[in-house]
């Protein structure tokens, strides 16, 4: 069978660059949040793409150590000023408005208004990102110069929100394999008119689902569209049998940059995704570096909470917080590139493909190296050196002991994982090797 | 309950450097040995400050494999010209004596003398160290230029000294504490006029214990004052049931100079003294580093011959025989600094914090974050970076799954152990955390 | 009872290198390959140097997974022009011969000929070496220049060679020990006029063989002088329960060029051998490294197959492959200079003395120093440093836990193997330490 990542390579790339950015570009205008229509609106469109199931949670259901919020939707949201002119506008950016802000209309003084004002003032010109899902509140941001700009004595201030009861919203993709065991691939869905934190990782996660749709699988997939925190406290607290059954994981975000990869590793920290990420990072050819675990981040704070513990590490180019546009609206479409979009999918092609081949194989004839010359898989006239297939396949003869995995070869030999495979099915042809029997 | 760094910081540490150097001050003329009345008169000095109890043991008690020498006292001694000059003098310098030296009363001519003469070519001003505890001899040790002096044929050479079956003698100072292992800490005080090997050690000791004593405290804690080998094998051979206790220890030496600090590890090397050295080494901010066990040194070679292997390592400013000054009269009030020796106290200090305070908790919330919001244990507003302090209850959280002590989260978050207890408190106090059942 | 090393020494290192490259020389000229007359003519001289076992073993034995090939002798070869003139002639230099060429008399087109020709453009004054065991077929080697002259239509070709059933011939030198445990050394002795690689190899293993005979040894010691692959295949085929004796075993090969000395170590990497070879290069005062294992090499590919997973390495000067001479004719003598073949030799004097004398040993006054001054293993004089030897004392003692072998201790220490082993002597001697009941 051809691997992922042929099969994402048949296609054009630079193509699917342009899919996945296209599709981004439509959920972008979309204004969401941990609940309410921007997600469902979200999953709907995601759900055009792959087969997703959507589940609605109500308000107050307990997960853990959590209630699952009021739900939140947004009509309209300004600032007037004493002529009616709209000076800060939710229908100019979504981002204007603090996410969860709780309704009013009024008019206040400026002086008052301005506790209620959020700006970056070392980036007059963005508009920041701000939050206030569990405290009460209410909030504008806006550019700096934005700010500077209010001289009036009096503003009207309106929100016309609400946050009543209804539902968390979120969206599954499971794609059965041959084993139950189950790779999770989750990315967070709330963040409003964000491009790369997060409709790369939306995006990304919604192709790759796609790539694995209809083909024949070892492990089960499931790709979670949720809300950030809350999100994935409820999912797991509604699914522990099926977070049982996680063998592998990964949270995709900030993937459409120009950045090299980064890889977060998971708490267990020497987990067989970390060691299949690091292995693809290392032969990508692109600057990529392997980062520690640390419990502040994204989902994978839930998933590798000591509890759950699961093997899920996080994937991404530029880190979150280290990139001056991070929460603000500079991270817009034109921070996240289609190539860049497309090399992260090819990347995660590329990890999925050793998870679906790391499997352990027996050399058939362990007593001195068969001879490969009279089954073709040498080179006919000694003296010379070998070529790197040829290594490759000396490699998994000699490591097939019982004890060594593809991946344990892939690493010791220096060799990229997709060499090592190949080798690997031609000594199966030959019938020198064999598989080990066992579970996924 | 506040930290003993802490503690100490509420005293003014400039005020606690010119009494800790005072107090070296004091000690610096006695002429001590490895028995005789100059260590007992040392022990009184050091039985002023802190709770002592002083052992005698008498000469000929077989230890180990030694024997308990004869006990040394010295009256007089000097070289004297035909003109009745005193050229070498004892009362000048303790050092100017090989200590251990046998009576003599006699002139000989300078040919012979020569043969019992020590000088440093080198440093031609410079009086060096020497000691025969176990041959028997006798010698003078002067500066080069002294000896360059010496022109007469003959001189009159006088040991007016007794080495006689008498008593080694040592002090201990025990600080009960809620568990009966213990934590030791062991100072030579057998050097004569050397200010930084071994008064900044002698001192800097019996501060550390004044600090100690009435706290309340997880470990007991003994403070051995003793000549060096000789003193700690008589200790270990008359306390091998305490030995057996030691959880945790420290040879503390030469930690007056300007030198950054070095710690030697036990042999164990990775005892959990190591691992606290180390750690509030690498945040200490001054230059520091932690060098690999070796037998030879101070009287950690008797702590961690294989016999005993106690986790007793060795922290130094400059380590012996590295400086220039090491075992010369160089050596003196003016290579000890009062800040230095207070920064060593202080380093102490935090070294025993974390011995105090290294327990295991169990997150009572495993099952993803609790939301630590509604505790007011995190920002209120979402969308920028968190702090340090809220970075470290996640990590406590996180790794508070009962395989994790706090020096250990210390450790992996690479926030100082300070930090991390702190958050600890905070989280104990919201019943997130419970301590794990265990010994001390 | 002096070590290898000494015993090499008290001979003249230069001397010995004379006698080594002599005997390189001498079997310089042989055409040898992996069967036939030249391999037999290259274990009689060796024989006459060291006892020999010669085993000779029938094409057509099957030796796991291959078949003993037909023997291959050459009377004579050549290329000719229509003037009669050699153009091309093996009695010039057996390189130009492809290895185990099929017979063949007949003139050809220079078009039809080329295809049988192997040059080096690269270096076009040089014949490289090739080779062509178990593909029929037949060739010619000729330097680039050689080939750039061919201006006639046709040429005459002959090889008269002879490839019939016959034998496989080796040699093994065995020399017992106390223990029957086994230190294996093997070398190729299948290539035909090349100087480093290997007579380098065959010369330093006759001459170690030799400097063991006739010595009291720890292990029985065996040398292969074996044709590559199929002559290891053969071996193991044969001597099963011998290869299950192997504690220790090196491969020697390119030992005589001027490069420093590299390493390989056994597919398993941390085992004695690897650590004792890792420990003698380190402290050669030559440049060395070490090699992880790959499974590409020499012999050692066959006795490192996982089935047998020997602990046997590859000791090189230059790394096959890596150098521009190999494979060619400059490949010569000149390359192989006598000093470099009388370090080599020395080298692995030094690594078999560890092998010889690594034992663990129990210190037998473990509860603190014993008192070495008394025992004339200490200075007398206090308050100086300590030198090596003493300092290898103390490293002996407190590492002598039962737990450590003297390789443990010289590897801690950072002291060369020797000096801790005369340290034990010494310690012994002194009845400070006993020998810990165990194999060999």
Redesign the interface.
């Known amino acids: 069978m051809i691997s992922l990542l042929q099969q994402f390579d048949q296609q054009s790339p630079a193509e699917s660059g342009k899919e996945l950015h296209r599709f981004a570009a439509k959920l972008y205008p979309i204004c969401r949040s941990i609940t309410g229509n921007g997600i469902r609106r979200t999953l709907k469109l995601i759900g055009e793409k792959i087969s997703l199931q959507v589940s609605e949670v109500p308000s107050g259901t307990e ?4 209630i699952v919020p009021k739900e939140w939707n947004v009509n309209d949201a300004y600032i007037k000023d004493s002529a009616g002119r709209r000076v800060v506008d939710f229908h100019h950016s979504n981002l204007h408005l603090l ?1 969860y802000s709780t309704p009013i209309h009024t008019t206040m003084p400026l002086s008052e208004l301005r506790e209620h004002l ?1 700006t970056l003032p070392a980036h007059p010109d963005w508009i ?8 009460p ?1 209410w909030g504008f941001c806006l550019s700096h110069n934005q700010m500077l700009a209010l001289s009036e004595k009096e503003y009207e201030v309106c929100i016309d929100a609400s946050l009543e009861d209804g539902h968390l919203t979120y969206g599954e993709c499971y794609l059965p394999g041959k084993s139950s065991d189950e790779v999770l691939i989750s990315t967070h869905a709330c963040h409003p008119s964000l491009a790369n934190d997060n409709l790369s990782g939306l995006t990304v996660a919604t192709f790759l689902a796609r790539l694995l749709s209809g083909r024949e699988l070892r492990y089960s997939y499931r790709f979670l569209f949720i809300p950030g ?1 809350i999100g ?2 409820t999912w ?2 509604r699914n522990r049998e099926a977070a049982g059954r996680v063998r592998h994981g990964l949270v995709l975000t900030c993937v459409g940059d120009a950045s090299g990869f980064h890889y977060k590793k998971s ?1 267990r920290e020497d987990a067989e995704i970390d060691r299949a990420a690091a292995h693809v990072l290392r032969h990508c050819g692109e600057p990529a570096e392997v980062l ?1 675990f ?3 981040g994204y989902d994978e ?2 998933y ?6 699961l093997p899920v590490g996080c994937l991404m180019r530029s880190v979150w ?1 280290t990139f001056p546009e991070y ?1 603000t609206s500079a991270d817009n479409l034109d921070l996240v590139h289609p190539g860049q979009l497309a090399r992260s999918l090819q990347l995660c092609a590329s990890i999925v493909d050793v998870l679906e081949n790391n499997r352990t194989y027996l ?1 058939q ?7 490969l ?2 089954r073709n898989l040498y080179r ?7 070529d790197g297939e040829i ?1 490759a396949r ?2 998994v ?5 019982g004890q060594n995995s593809l991946l344990d070869i892939a690493e ?2 220096g060799l990229p994982f997709a060499t090592i495979h190949n080798a690997t099915e031609l000594l199966l042809e030959s019938k020198l090797l064999a598989e080990m029997a066992s579970g996924a």
């Open positions: 997960v853990f150590d959590w996410n959020f920041p990102y701000r939050t206030s899902y569990y405290k509140s925190t994935a406290v797991l607290a708490r520690n640390s419990p502040y704070r839930q590798c909470s000591p509890g759950f513990n917080g929460h050399n004839n362990p007593y001195c190296e068969p001879q010359g009279r006919s006239t000694g003296g010379q050196s070998i290594n000396l490699w003869l000699n490591l097939s002991d010791r030999s």
